[in-house]
Each structure stands twice: as C-alpha cells, then as structure tokens.
C-alpha cells in the first residue's frame, strides 16, 4: 500500500510563511503528477498548485507569485512554500499524488491533510 503523510501546518499571522511537506511511502514504482488541494470550511475542495514528475508546475491564480510548489523525487516528497499568506487561505491542505506501485497502474492518492489557519 501506499501512504501520503502531510506535516507543517499550523496557525500563522497574516503576511506570514508557512512551508508544508507531504510524504509518499509504500511499495512506490513511481510517482507521477503530485499536487495540494484545499478545502475551506463550507467550499469544495480546491487544487492549489500541481507539478509533474519532470517538474512542470500550475498555480491557481489566487495563489500564483506567493506560493512555490517542488519535489524532491528522491525522497517521494512534495513541498508547498507559503508566502505572503492570507485569511482566506485558512484551510485544510491535502497532499494528492498519482503513485504506481509495482505490477499495477498508476492510482490518485490522498493523505490525511493539515489544518492552515491564517489569523491574527
């Protein structure tokens, strides 16, 4: 099986940074596209920003020029540097990856996500 373990969230002050990490562990072959979504309370779930196994990103317009998504393939890891964060990116973050283990296709998987809270 495979797990995405998030860690670094917690509660900030607006302007402030906050850097999230998403780890990927199991029988892993490899991972393809990884991505972080968010979810507000009452929204629907939101991709925040993406990055291919080569290192192509996409940034949802809210977040372009203050967040910086990266990987380090590695490792399995994911990161999300938070820059110049605000109240309305209070939510809770989720890791997702397109993982393939060995002998099977590639599925989407989910960690158990981490709470943002941007508040003074």
């Known amino acids: 099986q495979v797990q995405l373990v998030e860690s670094g969230g917690g509660l900030v002050q607006p302007g402030g940074s906050l850097r999230l990490s998403c780890a990927a562990s199991?029988?892993?072959?490899?991972?393809?596209?990884m991505a972080w979504y968010r979810q507000a309370p009452g929204k629907q779930r939101e991709l925040v920003a993406s990055?291919?196994?080569?290192?192509?990103?996409n940034y949802a317009d809210s977040v372009k020029g203050r967040f910086t998504i990266s990987r380090d393939n590695a490792k399995n890891t994911v990161y999300l540097q938070m820059n110049s964060l605000k109240p309305e990116d209070t939510a809770v973050y989720y890791c997702?990856?397109?993982?393939?283990?060995?002998?099977?296709?590639?599925?989407?998987?989910w960690g158990q996500g981490t709470q943002v809270t941007v508040s003074s």
């Open positions: 997702n990856g397109d993982v393939q283990i060995l002998g099977s296709r590639p599925r989407v998987y």
């Open positions: 199991g029988n892993i072959f490899s991972i393809y596209t």
């Open positions: 990055i291919t196994s080569g290192g192509s990103t």
